[in-house]
Nanobody, 120 residues
Framework: QVQLVESGGGLVQAGGSLRLSCAAS????????MGWFRQAPGKEREFVAAIRRSGGSTSYAASVKGRFIISTDNAKNTVYLQMNSLKPEDTALYHC?????????????WGQGTQVTVSS
């Protein structure tokens, strides 16, 4: 059974940092794109960042570029999202996902999410 399990969320003050982890099990995703998405209450889910596990190329949403860094530890089958200079508008439920297609579409494996709350 394929599982993506996120961790590392929490409550942080504006300007602070958090590192999210996404541990994959049940299969390897060596040729997949691993992405992070977020959804705030009353808003649609939005793309945050993604990394191609083979080669390491990345893509970021404009709203997080320069503040967030996505990385992968292929030996641990884990993807990370380092979030710096957090803002209250970063508050959301963060999900990781896996796509065999590309950075933006084709995500067919999803985790349950980890809550990030940034206080002002």
């Amino acid at each position: 059974q394929v599982q993506l399990v996120e961790s590392g969320g929490g409550l942080v003050q504006a300007g602070g940092s958090l590192r999210l982890s996404c541990a994959a099990s049940g299969r390897t995703f060596s040729n997949y794109v691993m992405g992070w998405f977020r959804q705030a209450p009353g808003k649609e889910r939005e793309f945050v960042a993604a990394i191609r596990r083979s080669g390491g190329s990345t893509s970021y949403a404009a709203s997080v570029k320069g503040r967030f860094i996505i990385s992968t530890d292929n030996a641990k089958n884990t993807v990370y999202l380092q979030m710096n200079s957090l803002k209250p508008e970063d508050t959301a439920l963060y999900h990781c996902a896996a796509s065999a297609v590309g950075f933006i579409s084709g995500y067919n494996y999803w985790g349950q999410g980890t809550q990030v709350t940034v206080s002002s």
